[in-house]
């Protein structure tokens, strides 16, 4: 694996910015409605992991493991929105709708990571309920603070460190044109078509790492869920086990929409002779998946509904006060 510095990179490309043409083969109308929608999506999406984020904060009975997880996927799904939707935004309404060379390199790096880190962080946050739910006597045990803060560092430490790998190389190569990316973000596969030499190898090393983040994470939470729904399935009361599977249920559906859409995006690298569904496939993974998490752990989850009414009223309280 090598690394380059700034100026080596620029000096093998010609190009000085790629220029994202997003959904502009669309009509100015519903452009405008597109525009519409992602700005409320995005606000959403933010308020939403924000409202998460300050509850299991604020609210001490909510200092469990779990919630210590799910802080770090509402700050990740903050990061990871963020990297790609304001620039799309711009695409709807700025006559320019380029993005640097170093723009577009930043970009690929911090959606890769924050990307790769999900997928470990969502592996980890299933064998959290694995724990809860089949070893609940030895959950707070098993699952201690140190355990947790290490399991969180090495999903954040390996997704900077895959990523940086990848953007790298992917960078080295020479781009000379032309610069037009065919995507609303400077995703992989759409800027690797661009660049005018050989790409097979990268294309391999892609495919290699989006298996070992993807399918692999992901065989550890279809793993924890089969010992769950097992789970649940020997619990007595026919209200508790509908409580609890209806809960795992719409954690896993979140879960297998993220690797489902990464992995046929990563793990087959080449981009297909329709531009349009692979961007329609990046909108699942980059922006609904973290525009569901919101309300799948809060709108459905009772402690946290509990938690925000407890801050209100104690909002309530002081005002009066």
């Known amino acids: 694996m090598t690394f380059v510095n700034g100026n080596a990179l620029r000096n093998q490309s010609n190009i000085e910015e790629f ?5 502009t083969n669309f009509s100015i109308k519903i452009q405008l409605l597109l525009f519409i929608l ?3 999506i995005y606000i959403f999406t933010l308020l939403g992991n924000l409202i998460i984020i300050s509850v299991t904060t604020l609210d001490s009975l909510l200092h469990t493991p779990m919630y210590y ?25 700025a ?8 723009g577009c390199c930043t970009q690929m790096y911090c959606f890769f990571t924050l990307g790769v880190t999900e997928c470990f962080l969502l592996a980890v946050m299933a064998y959290d309920r694995y724990v809860a739910i089949c070893n609940p006597l030895r959950y707070f045990s098993v699952m201690s603070k140190t355990l947790c803060l290490r399991l969180a560092t090495v999903s954040w430490v390996s997704g900077n460190l895959i990523s940086l790998g990848q953007t790298a190389s992917i960078f080295s190569l020479p781009y000379c044109g032309p610069n ?11 800027v690797l078509k661009l660049a005018c030499t050989d790409i097979s190898a990268n294309e391999i090393s892609v495919s290699v790492t989006g298996f070992l983040v993807l399918p692999l994470p992901f065989s550890l939470v ?13 619990i007595s009361s026919n209200t508790g086990r509908k409580k609890v599977f209806s809960t795992c249920a719409s954690h896993f559906v979140s879960v297998t929409l993220f690797f489902g859409t990464g992995a046929f995006t990563y793990v087959r690298v080449k981009t ?6 692979d961007k329609l496939l990046s909108l699942l993974y980059s922006v609904v998946t ?6 799948i752990y809060s709108l459905r989850n009772e402690e946290v509904k509990g938690g925000v009414k407890k801050l209100l009223h104690h909002k309530a309280s002081v005002e009066k006060v």
């Not at 297909?272 to 569904?277: A, F, G, I, V």
């Open 19 to 23: 220029i994202l043409l997003g959904f």
């Open 38 to 40: 992602f700005l409320f």
């Open 69 to 93: 997880f799910l802080r770090n996927l509402s700050f990740l799904e903050i990061c990871y929105i963020t990297v790609t939707l304001p620039k799309l935004l711009q695409t709807f309404v």
């Open 95 to 102: 006559k320019r709708k380029t993005i640097s060379f170093y």
């Open 180 to 190: 037009l990316i065919n995507h609303f973000f400077c995703d992989i596969p759409p």
């Open 222 to 234: 279809l793993y924890s869920y089969g010992r769950i729904i097992a789970a649940i399935l020997r």
């Open 272 to 277: 297909s002779k329709t531009p349009d569904n």
């Open 290 to 295: 973290p525009l569901l998490n919101p309300l």
